[in-house]
């Protein structure tokens, strides 16, 4: 009894240290994205110099996502982790030092590097904590991390309604960043109970993951709809209110609405997630997710209302709220061995996806009207629907990803 007790224990422990990685992780991000307007404004930088940061900002998440995933490996979740923590705060300071547009450059890249870093690392010890806890978690983790982005943008507002320097919001920040890191230091999961975990299910024929080339074959196509899903992320955060505004012509107070009830819905949908995987599976729940975020912006689209947008992309941001977390969990779940390299590999495609959306989706718009080019993420969320059954785990030996086999009851 007392050692299930002290299991127990140190599980709470271990999703408390888990949950401050990904609130620190999307605090610093919402944080630093409010406080762009100071930084261009104090640097005196025009649109152009400002892409050039933003750029290395991304170039460095990227090369973080690359190279972090073997250390994951070798080292375990948590051994990457806690210090990735501490380092989120110190760089998130770095672009507030810059004096121009080559060190605003520079430090965006280290700090970008260390963001992506972290993306890989805390989803690997969501992982670890899921496995170790033997049922869903992971939609929880994200819907903090998109509670970190509220809180971090909420931060940043304030300070530049209050008139501070942006370096101000940042120490701040920072500093609550390193705090959350301490937290996480002291109950993050040791990595003597992800290997116990592992071992005992692995005796008792319940290591459901299969270590062979077979089941990581298909860990690109997961990318792919991680890839599909953020098309869709950034389709709402760049041209939501866009879209209500100069397409549908309603005023900018209540286009901005667009993007607050996408923002809302997400984080409703994750909050209840791990509870609606444990009753139907995450196969039957990313497709019925993608069908949401289809029919509903579709539906939207079509009726061409302001009010309806609104509805429209509160459905988008529902339907894909449960998408990135199941696929990230099944690309970590499927090899243990290799978590950190097929959580890399799935985050990096997918990240394209947040960075060239949009702009696939301007292009477009130039070309036939927003209205037409808001088809592509109804488009993408649709094929995922159609091929979800990519997240079914598949037993060492299995056939093509297309092959028929006997679906478990929980899927």
Not at 137 to 150: D, E, R, W
Request: aromatic share 6%; glycine share 12%; hydrophobic share 55%.
């Amino acid at each position: 009894m007392t050692r299930i007790r002290d299991h127990r224990t140190v599980l709470h422990r271990a999703r408390v240290a888990t949950s401050l990685a990904f609130l620190a992780f999307g605090t610093a991000l919402g944080a630093w994205t409010s406080r762009i307007p100071a930084i261009k404004q104090r640097l005196d930088l025009g649109d152009g110099q400002l892409a050039v940061g933003l750029l290395a900002f991304a170039a460095g998440a990227i090369t973080g996502m690359q190279v972090v995933g073997r250390l994951l490996d070798r080292h375990g979740s948590r051994t990457v982790l806690v210090p990735m923590v501490f380092v989120e705060g110190l760089f998130l300071i770095l672009p507030a030092m810059a004096g121009d547009v080559v060190t605003l450059a520079v430090a965006l890249y280290a700090f970008g590097a260390v963001h992506g870093t972290l993306n890989i690392a805390m989803n690997a010890n969501a992982v670890d904590v899921e496995r170790a806890a033997d049922r869903p978690l992971m939609s929880s983790f994200h819907a903090i991390y998109s509670i970190g982005g509220f809180v971090g943008a909420a931060a940043g507002g304030l300070s530049a309604h209050a008139g501070f320097a942006a370096s101000t919001t940042f120490l701040t920040v920072g500093a609550a960043v390193g705090a959350a890191a301490l937290w996480t230091a002291r109950w993050a999961l040791p990595a003597a109970d992800v290997s116990s975990v592992t071992r005992d299910r692995s005796e008792t024929g319940d290591d459901r993951p299969q270590r062979s080339a077979a089941t990581s074959a298909g860990v690109p196509f997961l990318g792919i709809l991680v890839f599909c899903c953020l098309v869709g992320e950034g389709a709402a955060a760049d041209w939501s209110s866009v879209y209500l505004r100069d397409t549908l012509g309603s005023g900018a107070g209540f286009a901005a609405a667009a993007y607050a009830a996408f923002s809302i819905m997400m984080v409703a949908g994750r909050l209840v997630g791990d509870r609606l995987t444990a009753r139907v599976g995450p196969v039957a729940l990313v497709r019925g997710c993608g069908a949401v975020a289809a029919v509903g912006l579709g539906a939207a689209l079509l009726v061409g209302h302001p009010l309806a947008g609104i509805v429209g992309f509160g459905c988008l941001g529902a339907g894909l709220s449960c998408i990135a977390p199941q696929v990230f969990s099944a690309a970590g779940s499927r090899d243990p061995t290799h978590a950190g390299r097929a959580i890399a590999r799935v985050a990096s495609i997918g990240y394209l996806g947040f960075l060239t959306g949009p702009l696939l989706i301007g292009a477009v718009a130039e070309l036939t009207g927003l209205a037409w080019a808001l088809i592509i993420p109804v488009v993408l969320a649709l094929f995922v629907t159609l091929t979800a059954a990519a997240l079914r785990p598949r037993p060492a030996g299995a056939g093509p990803p297309g092959e028929a086999r006997p679906r478990s009851p929980s899927e």
